[in-house]
């Protein structure tokens, strides 16, 4: 079974220059998460889908920030413009359901952004 | 003050020694708790997940839980060069689908 995909693996950007992240999850799953990794800490939630509507996005800074995931099957996370504290592993994760003990989310090997 | 607290190591010891590694939480609604193995430019990977309080074994792995204490444990026995990795902690309450993590232990493996 293939697991999340996540596409580019790294990007090289400048500051003020628009970036995109595409993430295609487990077949079947119904749940997308969209996390940011700042070196050495663990991961945080941006947004969370269910199926193709976002139910709890509280953390994406909407100012710059913006996701979608239509049909409710692949996701793409965009940041524009990019500043320098954008530099992230930006990652993206998939269950089958949310909330109850079968929430378990598998994640992808996520998109190295650095910002110069 | 955070709401999981994990110390970053690194941690470094030789082959075959058991590895313990632990965190403290302050929300006491949590009541899933995972731990995660992060290798370099790799996603994290689940190792274990519990729900509760207790112990559970998986091969060379156990995860132990203590609510009453808001502390849960990783050990590793037999320590492999393979197990080098970053070590995440990890939890939720039983409702809601947000994890939050620690900021993850580096476990080195000295062959």
């Known amino acids: ?116 | 003050q955070k709401e999981v607290e994990q110390d970053p190591g690194p941690l470094s010891v030789p082959e075959g020694a058991i590895v313990s590694l632990n965190c403290t939480y302050s929300n006491s609604a949590f009541q899933y708790f995972m731990w995660y193995r992060q290798y370099s430019r790799k996603g994290p990977e689940l190792l274990m997940y519990t729900y509760s309080s207790g112990n559970k074994e998986d091969g060379r792995f156990t995860a132990q839980v203590d609510k009453s204490s808001k502390y849960i444990s990783l050990f590793i026995r037999d320590s492999q060069p393979s197990d080098s990795a970053t070590y995440l902690c990890a939890m939720r309450n039983s409702s809601a689908s947000k994890i939050i993590f620690g900021s993850g232990t580096r476990l080195s493996i000295r062959p």
């Open chain 1, 1 to 116: 079974e293939a697991g999340v995909v996540q596409s580019p693996r790294y990007k090289i950007i400048e500051k003020k220059q628009p970036v995109a992240f595409w993430c295609n999850p487990i077949s079947g799953h119904n749940t997308l998460y969209w996390y940011r990794q700042n070196l050495g800490q663990g991961p945080e939630l941006l947004i969370r889908y269910e199926n193709e509507e976002a139910v709890d996005d509280s953390q994406l800074p909407k100012d710059r920030f913006s996701a979608e995931r239509l049909k409710g099957v692949d996701s793409t996370l965009k940041i524009q413009p990019a500043e320098l504290g954008d530099s992230a592993v930006y990652l993206c994760a998939s269950s089958l359901e949310a909330g109850g003990p079968s929430d378990t989310q598998y994640f992808g090997p996520g998109t190295r952004l650095t910002v110069l």
